[in-house]
């Protein structure tokens, strides 16, 4: 087992994530695909998914997927992804020292299906978690990005009378989707 992944895995289930590992990107994708018909993903209204591109899926498995999941959408916006009951995205690093995920966050269609929806699944390469947080500053090129999102763990907060609160400001429930396999363009 790789070690930046046990400890990104045991850092990340200690904020309530889900973390799953794949050694093949169809494993992976046979895994979500099982993951929206148990949550109910339908062509209902607020039983949607919405997917945010990537190098995951291609253009000929969009149009499997949309067979196979009704509801599934790759067409992103606003409203769509605020009635979605899962987003799923593709995310550029992780930081194993604090199970932290991070995203090139420029195409707004990444934000709306990391945040709007109250199911997040993530989809990351196991190449791409890092020992700690200077590890990703390294290779971010700060002047090609202009937003960065930090996502550790499901949405969180206390500050509503100091009660914690799981989903507030974000997603509910974050499942990780870790693919060997998977290789990414360097963001």
């Not at 299906?113 to 989809?123: D, E, G, K, M, R």
């Amino acid at each position: 087992m790789n070690a930046a992944f046990e400890a990104f895995k045991t850092r990340a289930e200690a904020v309530s994530a889900e973390v799953h590992r794949f050694k093949t990107r169809e494993e992976g994708l046979t895994f979500i695909l099982s993951f929206l018909k148990d949550a109910g993903v339908s062509d209902a209204p607020q039983c949607g998914a919405v997917w945010a591109g990537g190098t995951f899926i291609d253009g000929a498995q969009k149009d499997d997927l949309k067979v196979k999941v009704p509801g599934i959408c790759f067409d992103i916006n606003q409203e769509v992804s605020a009635s979605a009951k899962v987003g799923i995205s593709q995310l550029d690093w992780a930081i194993s020292a604090t199970g932290t995920l991070v995203q090139d966050a420029v195409a707004v269609d990444k934000r709306l299906v990391s945040t709007l929806p109250p199911i997040h699944v993530a989809v990351l390469g196991t190449e791409r978690i890092l020992a700690d947080m200077g590890s990703v500053l390294e290779k971010l090129r700060p002047q090609q990005l202009d937003y960065i999102s930090f996502i550790t763990g499901p949405s969180r907060t206390a500050d509503i009378e100091r009660v914690l609160t799981i989903g507030v400001h974000g997603p509910e429930r974050l499942i990780i989707v870790v693919v060997d396999e998977l290789q990414q363009v360097t963001a």
